[in-house]
């Protein structure tokens, strides 16, 4: 048995998401992705707690609406000094029922946490202090540093992260079973860290609004309830994951936007850290902190995708994951238009209604089959996606990279080429 699950999402209660997030729609959506359990997100917070102890019904161990399953999750950012630094530190936890949720922002409450004014709540306790509330009123609960990598808000981040898990979780490091491989970074980065071997790499979406549920997401083995859930991530029994392209994440490579530079991992050992027009440091990006702490040679892990499934030969027991952009994204490059228009909304729900859920069409239907419901264009657009033929100006500095399927000026010199043989 294998499920599709999306846990580190949000609610519109949490600061700069879109007002759309409500149980009907998250249900909704997940069914137009493919996703069998999702997290609520945001389980803390009094207003949507009280929506979901409305909106949802309990279902063989887990809850449910409308044939989607949900579990209780909320992300927490734990703010505090350690070891002379700042440390910002952002944790997703998962737990098995509402009630359990009740007595956790019961227990933060009395600590003085503000529940209220964020779904994300900031709190100026420690990792290890989190952990210890949390284990000590559910003990089987499901600890996941948040996207590990980002620069300004995680376990490893460039700003405000620490160079070892143990540093970070101290005793609670045996109790944490999987890390978030953020949208900036997929599992090869993070096998290269042999401090993470012994810890599950899964992807979420971390999704603000409704139609970024799944751009990241992980295939799990067993069965679908907490405990399968559970017994999944701590065997290191996940099937694998779905992946943003890591060049399209906000913090892919290292630069200031403000001051419009950018640099790879050798331009940066070229100029060094000090930005060139303002004179302050860089924010260091993901492939430049994956480098800092990598103990294995990118080689040395023998990558290889077949089908489109990326595993490595040195380290087979891992599960592979395949990279894939999302369809409104394609549709709308296909179309020649935006993914806000509503030509491409239109089309996008026609062809779920036609072929089904978007992580089935991205993945597994037939290319010719897309071809006859969609046309040649999309049709091509999946098969480039699935390839990786693509086109991708890497994000930096809190700026999403740019993907291009089709890249104009290839087509132009194709066109050009193409126009001389006759």
Known sequence: MAFVADLHIHSRFSRACSRELNIPNLSKWAKLKGINLMGTGDCLHPLWSAELKKDLRESDGLYEYDGVKFLPTVELACIYSDKGKVRRIHIVIVLPTLETAGKLAQALTKRGINLVSDGRPMMGMSSRELCEIVFSIEPEALIIPAHIWTPWFSLFGSESGYDKFEDCFGEFSDQIFAVET?????????????????????????????????????????????????????????????????????????????????????????????????????????????????????????????????????????????????????????????????????????????????????????????????????????????????????????????????????????????????
Not at 383 to 395: A, N, Y
């Open 182 to 422: 953020g949208l900036s970074s997929e599992p090869a980065m993070n096998w290269r860290v042999s401090q993470l071997d012994n810890k599950s790499i899964v992807s979420f979406s971390d999704a603000h609004s409704l139609p970024r549920l799944g751009r990241e997401v992980t295939i799990f083995s067993g069965e679908l309830s907490f405990k399968g859930l559970r017994d999944s991530l701590k065997n290191r029994k996940i099937i694998g994951t779905i992946e943003f392209f890591p060049e399209e994440g906000k913090y892919h490579y290292s630069g200031h936007r403000n001051c419009g530079i950018v640099y790879d991992s050798k331009q940066l050992k070229e100029k060094g850290e000090i930005c060139p027009v303002c004179k302050r440091k860089l924010t260091l990006g993901v492939l430049k902190r994956v480098e800092d702490l990598a103990d294995r040679k990118v080689e040395e892990l023998r990558v290889k995708s077949e089908e489109g499934i990326t595993k490595s030969q040195k380290f087979p027991e891992k599960p592979g994951f395949r990279m894939l952009v999302q369809l409104e994204e394609i549709v709308a490059e296909s179309l020649h238009s935006t993914v806000a228009s509503q030509k491409t909304k239109s089309e996008y729900l026609r062809l779920i209604s036609v072929l089904g859920p978007e992580l089935k069409i991205l993945t597994k239907i037939p290319i010719e089959d897309i071809a006859k419901a969609g046309g040649e264009k999309l049709a091509e657009g999946v098969s480039r996606v699935r390839e990786g033929k693509l086109s991708i100006q890497p994000g930096y500095d809190n700026t999403y990279g740019v993907v291009k399927i089709w890249d104009e000026m290839q087509e132009k010199t194709a066109e050009v080429k193409q126009v001389g043989l006759f």
